[in-house]
């Protein structure tokens, strides 16, 4: 099996979506953008560099409980470094989500303070919550705005569609549209975003994408694999000399959880729905696919 991908992935309503992204950044003072803790780099749009510019950022590394810690702490790290702060979270159970708030205030607590010493007294933080889709978006602000939430009422110089979500007595959250970029700049994001479900199914092949998973995987966290599928020494040492050896293994995985048709053959395409489907949901262990 080659892994010769054409992946090619932008809606109309992209290009749409990221002009009103830039339009309402003017409005705003922090923004907040989501990533998935697993692809760092390749959950993180390139094109929000020049959304952001001249704002203060703050990087939430979401579905953490899914990622590799020691991974986690190295791209927290690596934000330092660069002057970003940036804070692991897992939306779903609330993690890291008093923090971002702390964050929020503690960015603008100088700023503020500036302004109302020159008689400006402003009570309002404006925050935009950025990312691509399936990052946890959604999730995170449910978490973040849970009983306390309230909508804001349109604003000046904003559309009347556009609502504010107020957090506390002083943040301001406007969500915006999940949006990808015009082209991956590499096979390898695009391949990243697949196997956490960032784009969608149709495209790519889920059988080339599950096949190079399982390279990933069997090079990076053998152990965390092979324990998921019930892999034996045994199983391995078979097709350790195989020229197939990967394709092998996915045979393998797909004898062990039944995904067989007639005469006892391989469901490739079922197995591959295996292996992605337990990669995306966490059952085969915390793994992260980027690295510092």
Avoid: C
Wanted: net charge positive.
């Amino acid at each position: 099996m080659e892994n010769n991908m054409n992946i090619n992935w932008y809606p109309g309503h992209m290009a749409k979506t990221k002009r009103q992204i830039l339009e309402d950044s003017k409005l705003i003072d922090v923004v907040v953008e989501i990533l998935d803790a697993r692809i760092p780099k390749s959950s993180q749009n390139p094109d929000i560099a020049e959304i952001v510019r001249n704002k203060k950022r703050i990087i939430i590394l979401n579905k953490s409980d899914l990622a590799d810690e020691k991974e986690t702490r190295k791209w927290i790290e690596y934000f330092k470094k660069k002057n970003i702060t940036a804070i692991e979270a897992d939306s779903n159970q609330g993690k890291g989500i008093e923090q971002v708030k702390k964050s929020i205030e503690n960015i603008m607590e100088a700023e503020l303070k500036a302004q109302n010493e020159k008689g400006r007294i402003r009570k309002t933080i404006r925050v935009m919550i950025i990312g691509i889709p399936n990052v946890g978006k959604s999730s995170f602000i449910n978490r973040i705005s849970k009983k306390t939430t309230m909508t804001v009422g349109n604003k000046p110089g904003v559309t009347k569609q556009k609502q504010w979500i107020r957090i506390g007595n002083q943040i301001e959250l406007l969500d915006t549209p999940g949006v990808l970029w015009p082209k991956f700049e590499s096979e390898e994001v695009g391949l990243n975003l697949a196997y956490t479900g960032s784009i969608k199914d149709d495209v790519l092949e889920r059988t080339e994408v599950a096949y190079t998973l399982i390279q990933y995987l069997d090079k990076n966290y053998p152990e965390k694999l092979y324990e998921k599928y019930k892999i034996t020494t045994e199983d391995i040492e078979k097709i350790k000399e195989h020229s197939q050896y990967y394709l092998e293994l996915m045979y393998i995985i797909g004898r062990k959880r039944g995904a067989l048709i007639s005469g006892g053959n391989i469901d490739e395409e079922k197995v591959a729905n295996i292996i992605l489907d337990d990669f995306k949901n966490g059952k085969i262990g915390k793994i992260t696919l980027e690295k510092v």
